[in-house]
């Protein structure tokens, strides 16, 4: 065996246990900041696509431009500078500017939600100006208020066009928890450095976390895939997958669903 594959068993064999912590540290982080991020990006989201006109009281429209002045703001602060710098900032700034002492797990997940939010607030915005304006007006015009028309009409078909997006985020967010090493969280790229500094055997350390990367991303990725089918339902391409002239001219080639193939 080469001294290279000796290295990588030496640090396995002495070190596997806090290799699996820190990757456990690092999907916990990631799936926390995810889902606390998705809650800021919706409500963000949404607030900035209250729609204002003329008709509108002042103080409404005032106020409604102050909220999408500050969140516009937010998202291009958070989207506009480095994790690695916000955590720097949050965690140490808070602590000499406002002496706000933080622990550790509690400035993880603030910064990685609050910069997932921001990345979630265009992604939901982005889904709800997607949905086609008709289905709005045609909400209005059986009465329903604005708040019913986002729940019941519009957020339930933006959700679908968003969850390959979160799940970006998600694969994201575990590359990303690295750099919170600055803050000294034990996640999976602080226990290299530290077996790093052990044993001295960087590339061989190197190339376990990268697999246990590649393994935690592609198991998210997989889910995610599934959930999406699951979304889409039995019927969302009855259209496409019956339609003869679709498939003679060779323009659609979506694989038909497990019940209608039991049916041919």
Not at 136 to 151: C, P, R, S, V
Not at 165 to 184: A, E, H, P, R, W
Not at 195 to 214: D, P, Q
Request: aromatic share 10%; with cysteine.
């Amino acid at each position: 065996m080469s001294e290279f594959w000796l290295g990588i068993v030496k640090c396995w064999s002495k070190y596997h246990t806090s290799y699996l912590i820190g990757a456990r540290n690092t999907l916990i982080i990631s799936l926390v900041g995810t889902l606390i991020g998705c809650m800021i990006g919706f409500a963000v989201g949404i607030l900035q696509t209250i729609p204002v006109n003329r008709n509108d009281r002042l103080p409404k429209r005032i106020l409604l431009k102050i909220v999408n002045l500050i969140l516009h703001a937010y998202v291009e602060l958070f989207r506009g500078t480095p994790m690695i710098v916000q955590a720097v900032f949050i965690y140490y700034g808070a602590r000499i500017v406002f002496s706000i002492a933080m622990d550790m797990w509690t400035a993880a997940f603030f910064i990685v939600s609050i910069n997932t939010g921001a990345y979630m607030a265009e992604t939901v915005r982005g889904g709800i100006l997607s949905v086609d304006s008709g289905q709005t007006e045609g909400a209005k015009a059986i009465g329903m208020t604005h708040f019913q028309t986002m729940l019941q009409v519009i957020l339930p078909q933006a959700f679908r066009n968003i969850v390959p997006q979160i799940g970006n985020n998600f694969i994201i967010n575990i590359k990303d928890t690295s750099v919170l090493s600055v803050i000294s969280i034990t996640d999976l790229f602080f226990v290299h450095k530290s077996v790093v500094g052990a044993l001295y055997l960087y590339f061989e350390s190197a190339t376990i976390i990268m697999a246990i990367y590649l393994v935690m991303t592609l198991a998210a990725s997989r889910l995610l895939r599934l959930l999406e089918s699951r979304l889409d339902g039995d019927d969302s391409y009855d259209l496409a997958t019956t339609d003869t002239l679709a498939h003679t001219s060779g323009l659609y080639s979506f694989q038909a669903r497990k019940k209608e193939a039991n049916y041919n």
